[in-house]
T-cell receptor, first 112, second 113 residues
Framework: KAGVTQTPRYLIKTRGQQVTLSCSPI?????VSWYQQTPGQGLQFLFE???????NKGNFPGRFSGRQFSNSRSEMNVSTLELGDSALYLC???????????FGPGTRLTVT | AQSVTQLDSQVPVFEEAPVELRCNYS??????LFWYVQYPNQGLQLLLK??????LVKGINGFEAEFNKSQTSFHLRKPSVHISDTAEYFC???????????FGTGTSLTVIP
């Protein structure tokens, strides 16, 4: 089986712009979670989608949003980018069973 | 709160020496615990996990961890490290709802030749 894929791998944006990141889960997995990793805050949960519905959301401002499509692929969007949004964004794919989560390689977002 | 605490931010160790990376969790009725490794510019790779059963869990690359309920700990160990083990290690627990991880702050392991 192919692993979790994330595109693009690297992205440079300017403050005030918006960005969309994509995550394709492992085939058959219906849950996708997103995490932000920064040196200062570590790994923080953004949100989780299951069968196109957001089931859980972390403590991030409304500028961070996401969605999931019928094929389980997920996108996250960040509007009005700030310098502090520079981070590695990781998505995790899950079958729904405890312990069956797999992470993608991440998208490195740099905001200048 | 469903949290994990990694007690050491940096651990230097000589090649072929043993290593222990410490992780404590906040007590809960049931807990699912994980150790992940992250190499530079890469995502998270699962080393091992504890869901239930035997308290000694063996993972990939010669790592193992012991779930200790009385001490609320889940320390990661390797009897002999290699240069290639140099990486960031994260302890994590799965939420009770099963759809969110709580991560520790990470331990940077540096293996010295």
């Amino acid at each position: 089986k192919a692993g979790v894929t994330q595109t693009p791998r690297y992205l440079i944006k300017t403050r005030g712009q918006q960005v969309t990141l994509s995550c394709s889960p492992i085939s058959g997995h219906r849950s996708v979670s997103w995490y932000q990793q920064t040196p200062g805050q570590g790994l923080q949960f953004l949100f989780e989608y299951f069968s196109e519905t957001q089931r859980n959301k972390g403590n991030f401002p409304g500028r961070f949003s996401g969605r999931q499509f019928s094929n389980s692929r997920s996108e996250m969007n960040v509007s009005t980018l700030e310098l502090g949004d520079s981070a590695l964004y990781l998505c995790a794919s899950s079958s729904g069973m405890a312990g069956e989560q797999y992470f993608g390689p991440g998208t490195r977002l740099t905001v200048t | 709160a469903q949290s994990v605490t990694q007690l050491d931010s940096q651990v230097p160790v000589f090649e072929e020496a043993p290593v222990e990376l410490r992780c404590n969790y906040s007590s809960s009725v049931s807990v699912y615990l994980f150790w992940y490794v992250q190499y530079p510019n890469q995502g998270l790779q699962l080393l091992l996990k504890y869901l239930s059963g035997s308290t000694l869990v063996k993972g990939i690359n010669g790592f193992e961890a012991e779930f200790n309920k009385s001490q609320t700990s889940f320390h990661l160990r390797k009897p002999s490290v290699h240069i290639s083990d140099t990486a960031e290690y994260f302890c994590a627990r799965l939420s009770n709802t099963g759809n969110q991880f709580y991560f520790g702050t990470g331990t940077s392991l540096t293996v010295i030749p």
